[in-house]
């Protein structure tokens, strides 16, 4: 726990004041929260809703923007021209990151790895690389299968050595004080689902390097709300992914001031959905983006909210989910995405027109 921390939090009621912590204002919050109506009908099993992160507003939204305001806040406080971060080739983290430092007249340097081995023009130019470049950023191309932390504080310390004052971001944005957004979101979420009397049964979302689920647990076990929190994930194995996400939820607690909160058991992840490996939609995948596309007009990602939709859409299909229950997606975004993968979505579009 930090200094500043143990100072701040003498009594257990301040657990859920996060305006203890400093934060740039950046996302438009907050973020819609919608019924979907097609979706459901065809699914013909619960009611289906979505939470609109990917309409958080910065160079066409996403999650990793709630991190973001709290970690680009910290590096402000220390004076920061630089941040670096790091990702996959088409990293919505990395494109959020640009464009964050653009607004906030910093330099952002990005090392981007090259996970799926794709051979192809868009992939490798187009969608998040495009934008990031946009934006200003400037990028290093790393092999697949580093240790891309490791390799991103290298880069930083040499920049160091020649006097800039560089932030460095995990990848994703998931440390304890990007977790923070997701305790923000599960505020704002449950303020707006008691707003209109929703009670909500489950959420579902994809998650990857952890951030978002870690911190949507805090908040929904600090409030003691109840509800039951399902990560789909895109990479890890489930006890991997599992003990990741419990790590990170831990380490936010220790920052909040609510050790224990809590537990191992209310981390759960379902890893059925990753298909080949991260980065490489699967036909699930693919079948997910276009139900939401032409069912409900709403764009997911063939990385990460395409596979957390193919969990939910098979959960339901599956039972697990049912007539009656009430279940929240949460949109995580990365449509810009969608650009960089012409490849593998002109094949969906021939195969899944049927559902226009
Ligand atoms: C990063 C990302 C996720 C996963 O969130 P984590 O906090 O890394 O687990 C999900 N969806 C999209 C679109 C993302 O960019």
Not at 123 to 134: I, W
Not at 217 to 241: D, H, K, S, W
Not at 313 to 322: A, H, N, P, S, Y
Request: a negative charge.
């Amino acid at each position: 726990m930090s200094v500043c921390c143990k100072v701040l939090l003498p009594l257990p009621s301040a657990v859920m004041h996060l305006a203890r912590f400093p934060r740039v204002h950046l996302a438009h919050l907050p973020t819609p929260l919608e019924r979907l109506d097609r979706l459901s009908a065809e699914l013909a099993g619960p009611e289906i809703w979505i939470k609109r992160d990917d309409c958080t507003g910065l160079s066409t939204g996403g999650n990793k923007t709630r991190k973001l305001e709290f970690l680009m806040a910290e590096a402000q406080a220390v004076g920061a021209d630089c941040v670096m971060t790091q990702g996959a080739t088409q990293s919505n983290h990395a494109r959020q990151t640009a464009a964050f430092a653009a607004k906030l007249g910093m330099q952002c340097h990005l090392l981007l790895e090259d996970r799926t081995g794709y051979d192809d023009v868009n992939y490798h130019h187009n969608g998040n690389v495009l934008l990031d470049v946009m934006h200003g950023a400037t990028t290093e191309i790393r092999g697949p299968g580093l240790d891309m932390n490791a390799e991103l504080e290298a880069v930083a310390e040499h920049r160091r050595s020649t006097g800039q004052i560089v932030y460095t971001i995990p990848g994703g944005g998931s440390n304890a004080t990007g977790a923070l957004g997701y305790v923000n979101c599960a505020l704002e979420l449950v303020a707006q689902a008691n707003e209109r009397s929703l009670c909500i049964d489950h959420i579902v979302h994809a998650t990857g390097s952890a951030g978002t689920q870690a911190g949507l647990i805090v908040g929904l076990r600090a409030m003691n709300t109840g509800i039951p929190l399902l990560g789909i994930g895109v990479r890890a194995l489930q006890e991997a992914q599992e003990s990741n996400v419990y790590k990170l939820a831990t380490a936010t607690c220790e920052k909040l001031g609510c050790p224990g909160v809590v537990q191992r058991h209310d981390v759960v992840a379902n890893t059925d959905y990753v298909g080949q490996g991260y980065g490489i939609p699967a036909d699930d995948t693919l079948e997910a983006i276009a139900l939401f596309a032409q069912l409900e007009g709403i764009l997911l990602d063939p990385v990460y909210s395409g596979k957390g939709a193919a969990g939910l859409i098979d959960l339901v299909r599956k039972g697990q989910f049912t007539k009656g229950q009430r279940v929240v997606f949460l949109h995580t975004g990365g449509s810009a995405a969608l650009f960089g993968y012409t490849h593998c979505l002109d094949r969906m579009t021939a195969a899944d027109k049927a559902h226009v």
